[in-house]
């Protein structure tokens, strides 16, 4: 008995194909379909490219100036601190001098009393002075006086002058004919600035 060839052959073939259409055809056509929703990548076209350059150029310069802005108060800021360092150094020195050169003042006081208590002559010590001994106290003198001239001393002047009480300490009074009324007419201690301070004041006598 013969057997149909031609059923046993369509047997074999899957049962979703339609007429006419080959096996290999649908298996192809199968494996190649892409998948949906996926694109292929495109280039940046070179409008894309120059936008996105001056962008970058432009956060850079903000950054630039930003850390630029921050050196500049850094500079300051330190400038500042150095300032204020060398004004309390200074100001620290002149305290400490301030202190040496008032402790001084009395001294020179003295000196001054002896200076012009041999100047005087009216007792008869001073005839046993020589000149020698007198003419070495003098330049002691005048030597401190321009020692404490140089470190900012400087004497309050007195004599003639109308009566300050931020300057001047009146311990007496006197009558003077020739003298203003509140003039001063006698200096009993010598008053004396370090820079634009009063360091001690003058003990003087006024005229009524």
Not at 57 to 69: G, Y
Not at 160 to 179: R, S
Request: net charge negative; with cysteine.
């Amino acid at each position: 008995m013969a057997i149909d060839e031609t059923q046993s052959s369509d047997a074999t073939q899957p049962d979703d194909l339609e007429s006419g259409t080959l096996a290999s055809d649908f298996y192809a056509a199968g494996s190649s379909s892409p998948e949906e929703g996926s694109e292929s990548a495109r280039p940046m076209t070179p409008e894309q490219e120059a936008a996105m350059l001056r962008a970058a150029l432009a956060e850079a310069n903000e950054e630039i100036a930003r850390q630029a802005d921050a050196v500049q108060r850094g500079h300051a800021d330190l400038a500042n601190a150095r300032r204020r360092h060398d004004e309390e150094r200074l100001n620290i020195q002149r305290q400490a001098n301030s202190r040496l050169l008032v402790g001084l003042l009395p001294i020179v006081d003295e000196l001054d009393l002896a200076v012009n208590h041999l100047e005087s002559g009216s007792t008869a010590s001073t005839a046993d002075v020589s000149d020698s001994w007198a003419e070495g106290v003098r330049l002691i003198q005048r030597k401190l006086a321009t020692f404490l001239e140089s470190q900012g001393v400087a004497r309050i002047d007195c004599l003639g002058e109308p009566f300050n009480p931020e300057l001047h300490e009146a311990v007496g009074l006197a009558q003077v004919g020739d003298a203003a009324s509140g003039s001063i007419v006698e200096v009993l201690r010598q008053g004396y600035r370090l820079h634009d301070r009063v360091v001690q004041v003058a003990q003087v006598v006024v005229n009524q």
